[in-house]
T-cell receptor, first 112, second 109 residues
């Protein structure tokens, strides 16, 4: 079974731009969670989508948004990029409530 | 949410068992203990999880104390490829994963 895939793997943007990252979960998994990892703050939970609905949300500003499609693929969007948004963005999928999360390789975003 | 406490770093000799401790003294009855590891700049890798019984799989063993206030992840024969940051997470059912700072394990030849 293929693992979680994320595209693109690397991205460079400038301040003020917006970015969209994509995550394809493991086949059959309906939940996708997004995380931000920075050297200063560590791994922080952004939000979770289950069956196209946001089920859980972390403490991030409204510039960070996401959505999930009917095939469980998910996208996250960051608008008006700031230098501090430079990070490794990880997504994880799980089959159902309380099951194990499996992570993708991440998208490394650099904001200049 | 229950919080976890892990030592920031540990060393282990190659071929020896690595025992990584985790304190979770405020854990609730429905919260699972999960262990993940992250090798530099890769996505976290699932290792093992448990509720109250000890668990073993092909990667590791998880020992949870009877009062569930602490646990130990055991890598029975550590190799250089086990060098990574290890995260202990306490997770309520149907809830998000809250990662702490983890333990940086260095396996030395």
């Amino acid at each position: 079974k293929a693992g979680v895939t994320q595209t693109p793997r690397y991205l460079i943007k400038t301040r003020g731009q917006q970015v969209t990252l994509s995550c394809s979960p493991i086949s059959g998994h309906r939940s996708v969670s997004w995380y931000q990892q920075t050297p200063g703050q560590g791994l922080q939970f952004l939000f979770e989508y289950f069956s196209e609905t946001q089920r859980n949300k972390g403490n991030f500003p409204g510039r960070f948004s996401g959505r999930q499609f009917s095939n469980s693929r998910s996208e996250m969007n960051v608008s008006t990029l700031e230098l501090g948004d430079s990070a490794l963005y990880l997504c994880a999928s799980e089959g159902g409530s309380g099951e194990t999360q499996y992570f993708g390789p991440g998208t490394r975003l650099l904001v200049l | 949410d229950a919080k976890t406490t892990q030592p920031p770093s540990m060393d282990c000799a190659e071929g020896r068992a690595a025992n990584l401790p985790c304190n979770h003294s405020t854990i609730s009855g429905n919260e699972y203990v999960y262990w993940y590891r992250q090798i530099h700049s890769q996505g976290p890798q699932y290792i093992i999880h448990g509720l109250k019984n000890n668990e073993t799989n092909e990667m590791a063993s998880l020992i949870i104390t009877e009062d569930r206030k602490s646990s130990t992840l055991i890598l029975p024969h550590a190799t250089l490829r086990d060098t990574a940051v290890y995260y202990c997470i306490v997770r309520p059912n149907n809830n998000d994963m809250r990662f702490g700072a983890g333990t940086r394990l260095t396996v030395k030849p």
